[in-house]
């Protein structure tokens, strides 16, 4: 039995735990305000906020429900468009109807509930914020002019009624009517749910399901089926010995939020935003990234420059398979049927040393890459200590360019040094021609890609001549 709470209403099911989301609450519970557009992730016309334990307080997400099998919502609370309508207008309502921000209305709901999301859980109501939170929302109608207004209104207006804090947010906005009073006995209804609930431990793994939605929805509606535990030591981010060990099921956002991650690759929230939208990223599972073998998947490409390792586990014993090893061919994995990523770890890079990402895509957000890489140096003045180059969209799996890391290490960073390095790396890959570019093209791009991490991290130590 599946036990979560919708809107202030209980729901004990025992529908498919492969059953998503939005047909649950559309078909099911009749509650229209939560739109079906895409379905596959891309228009947040179906947006809705789950709330989850972590550490003492229920933290709330704007996710997608198309992806979302209700499997995952064992003693969580969901809240719909109608769970946050009061009997007046919310402030941020308000703004987008004095706006005009909503024309045929269509996307409206998404874009209320991802900016309450923002509401919830962001200290000072920063703008850019905000825009980011809306990454996932798209809108045919409005040319976004009357929403970015509606924003800044939104954002002023809330600022002068509520002197909000962190940690008393969710009572302040009940007490200023910007979320309806129910919301104060949430977090006791939800314990008293998650007393009842017992995980399945077979079938196919499900972690965010944000690929496996899009690829096998129908399917997964009537198969055997299990869900990576939510619990918050499941998304769990930690240092020891030198090594950063991140639990399986942590999500991407998870890795953005983590002062931990930000410590060591300080430019991370920048890269991360280039990866998916916000609401895809709230379920994005770092071992979902890797096991699902993408080429190009971003997270994996990351995680190779940064020589990481999957901890696997089954039947209660487990091995360690460096991540440049785990990939056999396209979508092959050195992963036998049953064993599971219990978790990922790499090194802490330590002395000087500097990481970067590069992605291109058709477009700059919400987009899959044509090519993308990652790189970590370490250096000592400008002699190369030890480098790590990794590249996706050029081979038929993730790929770790090891001739031209191999050759950047012990040399001195320079013009010529880079220009080898690159053509080296031209020759170790075997793209191909795809809906994403010609393999001329895509060579080409890693070549400019490469030269990037250079410009970006080392501009003093490039000539202008290099660098045009
Ligand atoms: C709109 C949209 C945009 C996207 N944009 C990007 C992007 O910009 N960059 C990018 O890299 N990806 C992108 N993706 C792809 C996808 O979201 C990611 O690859 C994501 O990390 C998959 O993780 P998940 O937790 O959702 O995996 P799931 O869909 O839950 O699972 C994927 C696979 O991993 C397996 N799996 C999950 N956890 C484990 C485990 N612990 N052990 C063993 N197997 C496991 C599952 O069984 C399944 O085979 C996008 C997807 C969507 C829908
Ligand atoms: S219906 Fe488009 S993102 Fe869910
Ligand atoms: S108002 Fe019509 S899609 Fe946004």
Request: proline share 4%; glycine share 6%.
């Amino acid at each position: 039995m599946l036990i979560f709470l919708l809107n202030q209403q209980k729901i004990e099911t025992d529908q498919h735990p492969g059953t998503v989301l939005l047909d649950f609450i559309r078909n099911d519970n009749r509650l229209f305000g939560t739109k079906e557009g895409c379905r596959e992730g891309d228009c947040g016309a179906c947006t809705v906020l789950t709330g989850r334990y972590d550490g003492d307080k229920v933290v709330y997400r704007a996710v997608n429900s198309c992806l979302l099998p209700i499997g995952s919502l064992q003693g969580k609370h969901v809240v719909t468009l109608e769970g946050l309508n009061g009997i007046e207008n919310t402030v941020l309502q308000d703004a987008f109807v004095y706006e005009h921000a909503s024309q045929c209305g269509f996307c409206t709901p998404g874009f209320i509930v991802s900016l309450t999301d923002f509401l919830l859980n962001n200290a000072d109501l920063k703008f850019q914020e905000a825009i980011d939170s809306i990454s996932g929302n798209i809108c045919r109608c409005t040319g976004y002019a009357s929403i970015r207004r509606a924003i800044d209104r939104f954002i002023l207006d809330v600022k002068n009624k509520i002197d909000l804090q962190p940690e008393l947010r969710i009572q302040q906005l009940i007490s200023a009517g910007q979320l309806p009073a129910y919301f104060a006995e949430i977090p006791v209804r939800m314990a008293e749910l998650v007393a009842d609930t017992s995980p399945v431990k077979n079938g196919k793994i499900i972690a965010g399901g944000t690929d496996l939605f899009v690829q096998q929805a129908d399917a997964l509606r009537s198969a055997s089926v299990q869900f990576v535990d939510d619990a918050a030591v499941h998304h769990q981010i930690r240092v020891e010995n030198n090594e950063c060990i991140i639990a399986a099921a942590t999500t991407m956002e998870d890795m953005r939020r983590s002062p931990i991650f930000q410590k060591i690759i300080p430019d991370f929230d920048k890269f991360a935003k280039l990866i998916a939208s916000k609401p895809i990223r709230e379920r994005a599972t770092l071992a979902g990234n890797i096991v699902n073998a993408s080429p190009i998947a971003d997270f994996t490409i990351i995680l190779l420059a940064l020589d990481a390792t999957v901890e696997l586990e089954k039947n209660g014993s487990g091995r360690h398979v460096a991540l440049h090893d785990f990939y056999l061919g396209y979508k092959q994995l050195d992963l036998q049927p049953d064993e599971k990523i219990a978790s990922i770890r790499f090194p802490v890079p330590h002395g000087d040393y500097a990481f970067n990402f590069e992605k291109v895509s058709r477009r700059t957000h919400l987009d899959i890459a044509s090519v993308n890489t990652a790189a970590l140096i370490a250096y000592e003045n400008s002699t190369i200590q030890s480098a790590r180059l990794s590249a996706g969209g050029v081979a038929p799996v993730p790929f770790l360019l090891r001739e031209s890391s191999a050759f950047l290490t012990g040399n001195e960073i320079n013009d010529a040094v880079v220009q080898q390095a690159i053509d080296i790396a031209a020759a170790e890959i075997s793209p191909i021609s795809d809906v994403r570019g010609s393999a001329d093209y895509k060579r080409t791009l890693l070549c400019q890609l490469i030269f990037a991490h250079f410009h970006e991290k080392f501009p003093q130590v490039l000539s202008e001549e290099a660098s045009l």
